[in-house]
Structure formats: structure tokens, C-alpha cells
């Protein structure tokens, strides 16, 4: 025999189960399920991002929805939102600078019809600020 049969216990549902020593697929946990958890969720997971790691869309995204509802300010869309850099700056992922609108109505603001969702975005903005000032946001 090349390789040693050990017994482990999965380190996810703490179940026995027996795997060859030093072997090239040599086993970490008993199944695939306990493999999804252990491999891809959490810090394990390669895609696994901390807040300190986001970045760019990511970043304002997690800001903008953490603070505002997912929901289109102007038309209450909820199934698609995207976060709008209110002053323009995208560096400023400022709570009160990131304003969720449907792509519909993000791109009338980024066009010669931004007339059209202007007054409601503006007020939307206003609220915000005056309805929770920086003091109050964790």
C-alpha cells in the first residue's frame, strides 16, 4: 500500500472520515459540502474582500447601500441600483455624497435631461444630511 489510510475529523461538522496520508488529494473535510464551507466562504473565499480592502465601486457601493436604502431615489426601483456620486467627485464616497438611482434615471443626471430628476435628487439629498447629520451614522 503507497499511502497510509488516517481518519481525520472535518473541521466544519466535527464527523469522522478516513483519507490517504501525503497523497496528492489527500482530504481537508468529509464531503462537498462541508468543502464549499470551508474553502469558500469568509476569509477563505479568494474573492473574500475586507472593508479596509475595498476599493472603487466596490467601496461605494458598500457605503452608499449600508446607509441608504437599495431603492431608486426618484423611482423607487429596487431589482437594479446603481450609486450616484452626487458632487461628481468619485473620491467622495461620503454617505451624504452617494445617492442609489435606477440606471435609468442615473443616466438622465449624467445628460442634458438631468432637469428632469434634479429637483427630486437635490431634495433626496437634503433630507438625507439634515435627517442624519454625521453624528448620528455608525
Do not use: Q
Request: proline share 5%; glycine share 2%; net charge positive.
Amino acid at each position: 500500500m503507497k499511502y497510509n489510510i488516517i481518519t481525520k475529523v472535518c473541521p466544519i461538522c466535527d464527523k469522522e472520515f478516513n483519507t490517504k496520508l501525503g497523497h496528492s488529494r489527500e482530504k481537508t473535510v468529509c464531503s462537498h459540502s462541508c468543502a464549499n464551507t470551508y474553502f469558500r466562504s469568509g476569509e477563505s473565499h479568494p474573492n473574500h474582500k475586507n472593508d479596509d480592502d475595498l476599493t472603487g465601486e466596490m467601496k461605494h457601493k458598500t457605503i452608499c447601500f449600508r446607509h441608504h436604502e437599495k431603492k431608486c431615489v426618484y423611482c423607487d426601483e429596487k431589482k437594479i441600483v446603481e450609486c450616484h456620486h452626487y458632487d461628481g467627485n468619485k473620491k467622495n464616497n461620503s454617505p451624504e455624497n452617494l445617492v442609489p438611482l435606477c440606471p435609468t434615471h442615473h443616466r438622465y443626471w449624467h445628460s442634458r435631461f438631468r432637469y428632469i430628476v434634479k429637483v427630486k435628487v437635490d431634495e433626496y439629498v437634503k433630507n438625507f444630511t439634515h435627517l442624519y447629520p454625521p453624528s448620528l451614522r455608525n
